[in-house]
């Protein structure tokens, strides 16, 4: 195994009023981790102590193997961050603005135009990154922020609540362009989110934080183990009811699960239960839409926990 | 028979439009500071920023050295044997521009990161808060510093080209610029702080004047009428209260310039030298403690 972007050993942040973190003990791999937990859990606050902003209470934590008391330059250097919050002037265009935060972060300026001209051509800004960025879209700032965070070739970004505003569409475009920074272009990331739905389909691993404890770590497959039940749709005249009678007379257990059939095949089933959906539905004369596995949704974390 | 294939490979390139990554040179903790206190102080006159923003900062300093160059202009034409307008008073003359210049554009400097929330992507790279903070505000002093030396430059090329005595014009510009240098270092505190606690750019436009020029008035008002009543000390006591009677008491000490307070006693006029840099030195480590409590938020 990879060593781990991020180890934190009993981190503890105490606001006195609130207990912000409480005793966290995280080892992050490289690749796309989700950081999930209602808003107050503690991730913003896990964030800044991680960039060296915000001392921790107790406990440590390392950065890219950095030490965070000894090296929060050197980790800020290597590091990306892009911001819950409005953080773009509305004055300055979003070319301009890399351009000095690339600078800022390092780079030369030479550097810094190219590197700049580059991640926006990736985070898909086009003509518009020469305009003044107040006239932006909220799904075009979120890319400028985006490129600001990647500008200087980071090893690990910490994107907090990307996606925050976005309309679905726009959502869609922000986790595909977190994929493709943490798959194609080899830099780790952080991203944190309220929604567990959409990590789930971005994420390597997850990280569920309650509260500033940890609540549950581990990769998104083992989360979302296949749980052996196949989902089937069929179209037609009481389609549901006559396809399910077929099937429990075949000796396939069904349930109805809204407008599906939620199969559960007996391990020692003799035949493919596939082909016997499939030769069902064309005995039946009925419409066979879609034959898939059901996975575990993040969501039932919690309600195991 | 086909041609066979090209050995060499077509010379036509296809871009790759991967992601590249960046293994090129990268600088650490005093250049950065330097880019940034260079592209601060570019901002602080509009440059980098839109056409508009470059109006009132150029529209100020020509304003400023108007005086200076109407000055030079009567010196050639009329043969004048010395300056009408000493170097040491330009600072003075013209404080109600120059407190305008400070007022506007400080917060071009330290409001503008803090409203839009900029602060937040300096701050995650690799410049401290202290260090953030301090190249803003020599950004701050140095646009101020060209703001008080370009006429003060002006008269000294003029007179010298008037062929006034070098010497003695060289001596007396020489001590403006240290007053001015004085001077800058107090306005830059006083605007950089005032900048850094007000979001509103509007608000800490108004506060800065207020502090710097209505500060003077009443400092001026005090002097005035301790003067009359023969109660100097007083008078000179109050003058350690604005930036700008400070100046004037530094001024009278070190020049043959008078304000309106006579030349006081010695102690005093070290008072004015050391209360001008002890508030420049306060007012720094006051912005340097602001910014370090924004980076723990």
Same mark, same amino acid.
């Given at each position: 195994?990879?060593?781990?972007?991020?180890?934190?050993?009993?981190?503890?942040?105490?606001?006195?009023?609130?207990?912000?973190?409480?005793?966290?003990?995280?080892?992050?791999?490289?690749?796309?981790?989700?950081?999930?937990?209602?808003?107050?859990?503690?991730?913003?606050?896990?964030?800044?102590?991680?960039?060296?902003?915000?001392?921790?209470?107790?406990?440590?934590?390392?950065?890219?193997?950095?030490?965070? &008391?000894?090296?929060?330059?050197?980790?800020? &250097?290597?590091?990306?961050?892009?911001?819950?919050?409005?953080?773009?002037?509305?004055?300055?265009?979003?070319?301009?603005?890399?351009?000095?935060?690339?600078?800022?972060?390092?780079?030369?300026?030479?550097?810094?135009?190219?590197?700049?001209?580059?991640?926006?051509?990736?985070?898909?800004?086009?003509?518009?990154?020469?305009?003044?960025?107040?006239?932006?879209?909220?799904?075009?700032?979120?890319?400028?922020?985006?490129?600001?965070?990647?500008?200087?070739?980071?090893?690990?970004?910490?994107?907090?609540?990307?996606?925050?505003?976005?309309?679905?569409?726009?959502?869609?475009?922000?986790?595909?362009?977190?994929?493709?920074?943490?798959?194609?272009?080899?830099?780790?990331?952080? @991203?944190?989110?309220?929604?567990?739905?959409?990590?789930?389909?971005?994420?390597?691993?997850?990280?569920?934080?309650?509260?500033?404890?940890?609540?549950?770590?581990?990769?998104?497959?083992?989360?979302?183990?296949?749980?052996?039940?196949?989902?089937?749709?069929?179209?037609?005249?009481?389609?549901?009811?006559?396809?399910?009678?077929?099937?429990?007379?075949?000796?396939?257990? @069904?349930?109805?699960?809204?407008?599906?059939?939620?199969?559960?095949? &007996?391990?020692?089933?003799?035949?493919?239960?596939?082909?016997?959906?499939?030769?069902?539905?064309?005995?039946?004369?009925?419409?066979?839409?879609?034959?898939?596995?059901?996975?575990?949704?993040?969501?039932?974390?919690?309600?195991? &926990? | 028979? !086909?041609?066979?294939?090209?050995?060499?490979?077509?010379?036509?390139?296809?871009?790759?439009?991967?992601?590249? !990554?960046?293994?090129? !040179?990268?600088?650490?903790?005093?250049?950065?500071?330097?880019?940034?206190?260079?592209?601060?102080?570019?901002?602080?006159?509009?440059?980098?920023?839109?056409?508009?923003?470059?109006?009132?900062?150029?529209?100020?300093?020509?304003?400023?050295?108007?005086?200076?160059?109407?000055?030079?202009?009567?010196?050639?034409?009329?043969?004048?044997?010395?300056?009408?307008?000493?170097?040491?008073?330009?600072?003075?003359?013209?404080?109600?521009?120059?407190?305008?210049?400070?007022?506007?554009?400080?917060?071009?400097?330290?409001?503008?990161?803090?409203?839009?929330?900029?602060?937040?992507?300096?701050?995650?790279?690799?410049?401290?808060?202290?260090?953030?903070?301090?190249?803003?505000?020599?950004?701050?002093?140095?646009?101020?510093?060209?703001?008080?030396?370009?006429?003060?430059?002006?008269?000294?090329?003029?007179?010298?080209?008037?062929?006034?005595?070098?010497?003695?014009?060289?001596?007396?510009?020489?001590?403006?610029?240290?007053?001015?240098?004085?001077?800058?270092?107090?306005?830059?505190?006083?605007?950089?702080?005032?900048?850094?606690?007000?979001?509103?750019?509007?608000?800490?436009?108004?506060?800065?004047?207020?502090?710097?020029?209505?500060?003077?008035?009443?400092?001026?008002?005090?002097?005035?009428?301790?003067?009359?009543?023969?109660?100097?000390?007083?008078?000179?006591?109050?003058?350690?209260?604005?930036?700008?009677?400070?100046?004037?008491?530094?001024?009278?000490?070190?020049?043959?310039?008078?304000?309106?307070?006579?030349?006081?006693?010695?102690?005093?006029?070290?008072?004015?030298?050391?209360?001008?840099?002890?508030?420049?030195?306060?007012?720094?480590?006051?912005?340097?403690?602001?910014?370090?409590?924004?980076?723990?938020?």
């Amino acid at each position: 195994m990879q060593p781990g972007v991020i180890q934190t050993a009993g981190l503890t942040k105490d606001y006195g009023a609130v207990l912000a973190l409480d005793d966290l003990t995280i080892d992050i791999a490289p690749g796309i981790t989700g950081l999930v937990g209602a808003n107050g859990a503690g991730k913003s606050t896990l964030i800044k102590i991680l960039l060296g902003l915000v001392a921790p209470t107790s406990g440590t934590a390392s950065v890219l193997g950095l030490d965070l &008391a000894a090296d929060a330059p050197a980790i800020r &250097a290597r590091v990306g961050y892009l911001p819950e919050h409005d953080c773009l002037p509305p004055d300055v265009s979003a070319s301009d603005f890399v351009v000095h935060l690339g600078m800022m972060s390092g780079l030369p300026r030479v550097a810094a135009r190219e590197r700049a001209a580059e991640v926006l051509r990736h985070v898909g800004l086009a003509e518009e990154r020469y305009r003044p960025m107040g006239g932006y879209s909220t799904g075009m700032k979120q890319r400028a922020k985006l490129a600001q965070a990647i500008v200087h070739d980071p090893r690990l970004v910490l994107l907090d609540e990307p996606t925050n505003g976005l309309d679905p569409a726009a959502r869609d475009d922000m986790l595909g362009l977190v994929q493709r920074v943490g798959h194609d272009f080899g830099i780790s990331v952080l @991203v944190t989110s309220h929604l567990l739905g959409e990590l789930e389909r971005v994420s390597d691993h997850v990280v569920i934080l309650d509260s500033g404890r940890l609540l549950r770590a581990s990769e998104t497959s083992e989360f979302l183990d296949v749980t052996g039940t196949l989902l089937v749709e069929v179209l037609g005249d009481d389609a549901q009811a006559r396809m399910g009678q077929a099937l429990l007379a075949a000796g396939v257990p @069904v349930q109805r699960r809204g407008g599906l059939l939620a199969l559960e095949p &007996a391990p020692d089933l003799t035949v493919d239960v596939h082909d016997l959906v499939r030769d069902t539905a064309l005995e039946l004369g009925l419409g066979l839409v879609r034959i898939q596995a059901d996975h575990r949704r993040i969501e039932d974390v919690f309600a195991d &926990a | 028979m !086909p041609e066979p294939m090209p050995e060499t490979p077509p010379t036509g390139v296809i871009h790759d439009l991967g992601y590249r !990554p960046y293994d090129g !040179p990268r600088q650490t903790g005093r250049h950065i500071a330097l880019a940034l206190f260079v592209s601060g102080f570019r901002n602080a006159f509009g440059l980098g920023r839109s056409n508009k923003s470059k109006v009132l900062p150029f529209l100020l300093l020509v304003i400023n050295l108007l005086p200076a160059v109407i000055i030079v202009g009567a010196m050639t034409l009329f043969n004048l044997n010395e300056l009408p307008l000493a170097y040491a008073r330009y600072a003075s003359a013209t404080q109600i521009l120059l407190s305008i210049f400070v007022a506007a554009q400080a917060p071009v400097l330290f409001s503008r990161d803090l409203r839009h929330g900029s602060i937040a992507l300096y701050l995650a790279r690799p410049l401290s808060s202290a260090a953030y903070a301090a190249a803003r505000w020599a950004s701050l002093l140095a646009a101020t510093l060209v703001f008080l030396l370009v006429p003060v430059i002006a008269l000294y090329v003029g007179a010298v080209l008037a062929e006034l005595d070098f010497g003695e014009q060289t001596r007396d510009a020489a001590k403006a610029v240290v007053l001015a240098g004085l001077l800058a270092l107090m306005l830059t505190g006083v605007g950089g702080l005032i900048a850094s606690i007000s979001l509103r750019r509007g608000f800490a436009i108004v506060s800065t004047i207020v502090v710097l020029l209505l500060g003077n008035g009443v400092v001026t008002a005090v002097q005035g009428i301790a003067r009359d009543q023969g109660e100097l000390r007083v008078g000179e006591v109050a003058g350690l209260f604005s930036p700008y009677s400070l100046l004037r008491g530094a001024t009278t000490a070190w020049t043959d310039e008078e304000f309106v307070l006579p030349r006081g006693s010695g102690a005093m006029s070290a008072t004015y030298f050391v209360v001008m840099v002890l508030v420049a030195i306060v007012l720094f480590a006051l912005l340097l403690l602001r910014y370090r409590r924004i980076a723990g938020r």
